[in-house]
């Protein structure tokens, strides 16, 4: 039976030939309607998810990045993305679900690593310039509708079979992005470093975001959070038995609206949060706060919302196929959100595989645990987080600045 085609040169997945049954199960899955030789991977990777022989993996770089750890003229870096620490308990023996993140920061010192950072800083700094740059487009009536570039696979569909539209894509580099650019900047001049010196290495429940960084100076190796298992057990660690520790100050803490980026709505949620307050100057209503109506597990959400001096028509939207089957209507919307994997981040390909029959379950209770902890944040939104007001105060000035646009930022017009 045919199964799909996998580039060799591709960065984000492969396949273990002598464990392939050819059962056609990945040819199923692929939302690309992946022909036989025919490369139309956009590396999401969801065919990882459902192949019951464990043929499909991710392309491993956690030997490449322990490596460099033990490297002792290497400074190394990990930044861990949200989705991340509500899915590593899968294979450790927690409740679905249960949220890691003092466990993991502990986990990676003990690997090796020199800092951890929290990637829910780049989910802020990502908030601040898409938002501001949404309200510039609704002001201007300008490459409308704008739709959010933090997936990569996402991203990578547009270059490949919408490459007409690409001005309506965000600007934004993704969180990891901005996140990697800002420690070999901002955090190498704070601590009188030379980047050179410096190895950033995402921690992310994603596949797709290996392909994203073969772009990207600023970030060196991608880790999924299946790989961080494996080397966990590697190491010889117990991550029942490993204390907890803090994120390290500096890029260490973001907000609740960074939280909610690992879930599909949250980055549409997180970023009108923060356009109602640049708009209006003040706090946005309660219901900013819980968007019900973007969230949950329909892959196509719409609503219109009222962002105080002007109203705009959203949606949010998983998994390409749907995508595929509304492209057109697309354009009806002001914002629109996409996540390529089954509700977000949460569902990613990186993560640790799930029982098929039990993988819905599973995935919303990540879901919960991630909108929980954004319940319980005291900084909810991305503008109030103090770390982000001083970054824009010392260094960026403010977002969309030329420091800003210069090391935040992605040019789509080359591929026009």
């Known amino acids: 039976m045919a199964k799909v085609f996998i580039n060799e040169e591709n960065n984000a997945l492969q396949r273990i030939e002598e464990k392939c049954i050819?059962?056609?199960?990945?040819?199923?899955?692929?939302?690309?309607?992946?022909?036989?030789?025919?490369?139309?991977c956009i590396d999401c990777g969801q065919c990882i998810m459902t192949c019951p022989m464990g043929a499909l993996v991710p392309k491993y770089n956690y030997k490449e990045v322990l490596a460099n750890i033990n490297d002792e003229e290497k400074i190394t870096t990990i930044s861990i993305s949200p989705a991340v620490r509500v899915a590593i308990g899968d294979e450790f023996g927690y409740a679905p679900g249960e949220f890691l993140e003092k466990k993991l920061v502990s986990v990676l010192k003990k690997i090796g690593f020199d800092y951890v950072f929290d990637v829910t800083f780049g989910a802020d700094l990502t908030v601040m310039e898409e938002a501001t740059e949404l309200i510039n487009r609704m002001k201007t009536r300008k490459n409308l509708p704008m739709y959010t570039s933090c997936c990569p696979s996402w991203t990578l569909n547009m270059e490949k079979f919408h490459s007409e539209d690409l001005k309506h894509l965000s600007t934004c580099k993704s969180p990891i992005g901005m996140q990697g650019a800002i420690i070999k900047q901002y955090f190498a001049q704070l601590k009188n470093l030379n980047p050179k010196d410096i190895v950033t290495v995402s921690l992310t429940p994603c596949v797709s975001k290996k392909s994203e960084i073969r772009k990207d100076e600023n970030n060196d190796y991608v880790i999924t959070t299946s790989e961080l298992c494996m080397l966990i057990r590697e190491q010889g660690l117990n991550f029942k038995e490993i204390e907890?520790?803090?994120?390290?100050s500096i890029l260490g803490r973001g907000s609740g609206a960074g939280i909610i980026f690992g879930t599909s709505g949250g980055v549409m949620e997180a970023t009108l949060r923060t356009a109602y307050y640049l708009l209006n100057q003040k706090e946005a209503p309660i219901n900013f706060f819980s968007f019900e109506y973007l969230r949950g597990n329909k892959p196509i959400k719409e609503a219109v919302v009222d962002l105080g001096k002007m109203q705009i028509?959203?949606?949010?939207?998983?998994?390409?196929?749907?995508?595929?089957?509304?492209?057109?209507?697309?354009?009806?919307?002001?914002?629109?959100?996409?996540?390529t994997c089954q509700n977000g981040c949460v569902g990613g390909s990186g993560q640790p595989i799930l029982p098929i029959q039990k993988q819905m379950n599973m995935i919303e209770s990540r879901m919960t645990s991630l909108y929980e902890k954004d319940k319980n944040s005291t900084i909810k939104s991305s503008y109030r987080n103090k770390e982000i007001q001083k970054i824009y105060a010392d260094f960026l000035n403010n977002p969309l600045s030329e420091k800003s646009k210069e090391l935040l930022h992605r040019d789509y017009s080359n591929l026009l």
Request: charged letters at 25%; glycine letters at 6%.
């Open 313 to 339: 028509k959203v949606a949010v939207v998983f998994g390409i196929s749907n995508i595929n089957n509304i492209y057109e209507k697309l354009k009806d919307y002001q914002f629109v959100e996409v996540m």
């Open 22 to 40: 050819d059962c056609g199960q990945c040819l199923k899955t692929c939302q690309m309607k992946n022909n036989l030789g025919v490369d139309v």
């Open 244 to 248: 907890e520790k803090e994120f390290d």
